[in-house]
């Protein structure tokens, strides 16, 4: 397990630079913290260094969110705090958005442990004393 600490929003773009070193050839990420705990700030992040031309807000309601990269493969930043069955899952096509070899994104993950790939890089965000944030790495 690794541990990344951002002390301050500054520090957010070295952080996930460090993630995806960290985690290089991994495509598939599941976020987990609290409500407010910044899930939606790191994945924004990510899609920015891997160069997402056309981000625009949290999936919440949409619940999946393309965002185009010129030249390559889009990203895709899925949150599933809506979905109370993991049917509801299947049924939006989350096999397909695991298995087609883009980066996807995932905040609220709970749902559909059972059928994330091998490979998943699993991040916790903890909020500290400081109100940094914590990410831990596995």
Same mark, same amino acid.
């Given at each position: 397990?690794? *541990?990344?600490?951002?002390?301050?929003?500054? =520090?957010?773009? $070295? /952080?996930?630079?460090?993630?995806?070193?960290?985690?290089? &050839?991994?495509?598939?990420? /599941?976020?987990? &913290?609290?409500? &407010?705990?910044?899930?939606?700030?790191?994945?924004? $992040?990510?899609?920015?260094?891997?160069?997402? /031309? =056309?981000?625009?807000?949290?999936?919440?309601?949409?619940? #999946?969110?393309?965002?185009?990269? @010129?030249?390559?493969? +889009?990203?895709?930043?899925? =949150?599933?705090?809506?979905?109370? @069955?993991?049917?509801?899952?299947?049924?939006?096509?989350? *096999?397909?958005?695991? +298995? &087609?070899?883009?980066?996807?994104?995932?905040?609220?993950?709970?749902?559909?442990?059972?059928?994330?790939? *091998?490979?998943?890089?699993? #991040? +916790?965000?903890? #909020?500290? =004393?400081? *109100?940094?944030?914590?990410?831990?790495? +596995?």
């Amino acid at each position: 397990m690794m *541990e990344i600490i951002i002390r301050h929003k500054k =520090d957010i773009p $070295a /952080a996930v630079r460090k993630l995806l070193k960290h985690s290089a &050839g991994s495509r598939i990420f /599941a976020f987990n &913290g609290s409500m &407010g705990a910044g899930k939606t700030t790191i994945i924004k $992040a990510i899609c920015r260094e891997l160069g997402a /031309a =056309d981000m625009t807000s949290s999936p919440t309601f949409t619940i #999946v969110n393309e965002y185009r990269r @010129k030249g390559t493969d +889009s990203l895709f930043h899925i =949150d599933l705090y809506r979905i109370k @069955k993991t049917e509801e899952a299947y049924d939006i096509g989350i *096999e397909e958005y695991l +298995s &087609g070899g883009s980066f996807c994104f995932i905040e609220w993950p709970g749902l559909i442990e059972h059928i994330l790939p *091998e490979g998943t890089v699993n #991040v +916790s965000i903890a #909020v500290g =004393d400081n *109100e940094e944030r914590i990410l831990g790495i +596995s």
